[in-house]
């Protein structure tokens, strides 16, 4: 046991002897190396507005449910999920022959109305009818022609046309099928305006109001997106305590709706320490950063946190008032001189 003991302690005292020289070898190589000249930054702490991120979906902001205004079979369905329709574009016809029967009745009543309405109009001139008799065939053929006016617009009911410019998004129905007042035939959406919908937590929403900007972070895509905030519930949902809050996002590349993003909500202020993003480097699975100390470099292993623009939040590994050095830091080792450029 006292020789295990013995043998343990020789390994331990000939690894610290190898771990000093290696570290004094490697200050010996920095200290071999030309000085460089650096920039350096005092880190200092900042405020900034501390945000909560909220997820939502992104919706067109013109959306509609094309449904018939009269009951009927479906005759044709030329609108298909994927189609792209201009406004007015015929998209569903329902079978008319009931309501042109009806059209037909209402112009044979009019022209017969119309007709005894001239000769009562002659038959008065002549004083042998009396203008009560008059107005009451001229009531009738007012009545006839409101009849055919409705019959018209009946018929053309059962012609379903697209409401605006979009794309067909969903198809509910097909040739043969019966259409309905209140049953949808097709769904469509503008895509050319879209807006992000997010369920915003009642603690998060008092502190928003209309025309606020907003970052928005699309998964789907890499840029950041500035989401101007067009409305808000006035009342929260039951069941989720949240309320509706959307965002109308500018035209972007790749943006489609019904694609998952989330919007950065504003929740109070926070400080932390900040320096550019240019002074933290990157080594294997460690973030790092040099601060000057006596005219020499000195490695600092960090932890970072936010991105702000062009600044980076550091959570530990520094403190205020030191100074990092912001240029060439992929290129500088542990204890290499450096002059200070202002």
Do not use: W
Not at 81 to 108: F, H, N, T, W, Y
Not at 166 to 194: F, H, N, Q, W
Not at 244 to 264: C, E, I, S, W
């Amino acid at each position: 046991m006292k020789q295990t003991v013995a043998t343990f302690s020789a390994v331990a005292s000939v690894v610290f002897v190898l771990s000093g020289c290696g570290h004094k070898a490697e200050r010996a190589a920095a200290e071999s190396l030309p000085t460089a000249a650096v920039r350096a930054q005092v880190v200092a702490s900042k405020t900034r507005v501390a945000t909560e991120d909220v997820v939502g979906t992104v919706r067109a902001e013109l959306r509609s449910v094309i449904e018939a205004k009269v009951s009927g079979k479906i005759e044709q369905m030329l609108g298909v999920p994927g189609q792209k329709v201009k406004r007015g574009e015929l998209l569903a016809s329902v079978d008319a022959r009931e309501v042109q029967s009806r059209l037909d009745q209402a112009l044979a009543v009019r022209q017969q109305t119309e007709g005894d309405m001239k000769r009562f109009a002659s038959l008065l001139e002549q004083k042998i009818l009396s203008q009560s008799e008059y107005d009451a065939a001229q009531s009738k053929f007012r009545v006839a022609d409101a009849a055919v006016k409705e019959a018209e617009t009946m018929l053309g009911y059962t012609k379903v046309a697209a409401p605006f410019d979009g794309v067909i998004t969903r198809k509910y129905a097909d040739v043969g099928d019966l259409a309905a007042p209140g049953k949808p035939l097709l769904e469509m959406e503008d895509s050319r305006t879209l807006r992000l919908e997010a369920d915003v937590p009642e603690a998060v929403v008092g502190k928003l109001t209309l025309g606020d900007k907003l970052p928005v972070r699309i998964s789907a895509l890499e840029a950041e997106l500035a989401g101007v905030i067009s409305e808000i519930a006035p009342a929260a949902d039951p069941n989720s305590r949240t309320f509706l809050v959307k965002l109308d996002l500018p035209p972007q590349p790749g943006l489609r709706a019904g694609q998952f993003g989330r919007v950065a909500m504003p929740v109070g202020e926070t400080a932390a320490l900040r320096v550019p993003a240019a002074a933290v480097v990157q080594r294997g699975q460690m973030e790092i950063v040099f601060v000057v100390v006596n005219s020499h470099t000195q490695l600092r292993i960090v932890k970072t946190g936010k991105r702000i623009g062009d600044e980076v939040e550091l959570v530990s590994g520094v403190s205020a008032g030191e100074q990092v050095v912001v240029t060439a830091v992929a290129s500088l080792i542990d204890g290499q001189p450096v002059t200070l450029q202002p």
